[in-house]
């Protein structure tokens, strides 16, 4: 399983993105592993229209299963949901954290993408 964190840095201990869209950095693990698999630039965190379709699209294509964001829109919600990925929205954590929560269950998926 590819797990995406919406990370407002490039490095395990950078804050997560308040908002999927806004994010600078998707940091992505395989599978629970703590090192960084890949570090993916966020192209569209400043594009003012349709910035949530494009990061939904690239998720996607980066073939991700499951997404730890601060929030993200509906549209990228649905798109998610349509293509089998689980979203986990927290606030205020570091990544590191929130992988650390993560295997021990503390989070859930939001209903609508599950």
Do not use: W
């Not at 693990?29 to 090192?35: A, G």
Request: proline share 2%; hydrophobic share 45%; glycine share 4%.
């Amino acid at each position: 399983m590819k797990i995406a964190v919406t990370a407002l840095d490039s490095h395990i201990d950078a804050k997560i993105s308040p908002v999927l869209e806004r994010c600078s950095h998707f940091l992505i693990f395989e599978n629970h592993v703590s090192d960084i698999f890949q570090v993916a630039g966020n192209p569209y965190y400043l594009q003012s229209n349709g910035a949530d379709i494009f990061c939904a699209q690239l998720l996607i294509r980066l073939g991700i299963s499951l997404i730890i964001t601060g929030s993200c829109s509906k549209n990228s919600i649905n798109i998610c949901k349509a293509a089998g990925i689980k979203i986990i929205c927290i606030a205020d954590e570091t990544v590191k954290t929130a992988l650390q929560n993560f295997r021990r269950n503390s989070y859930t998926a939001l209903k609508e993408s599950i």
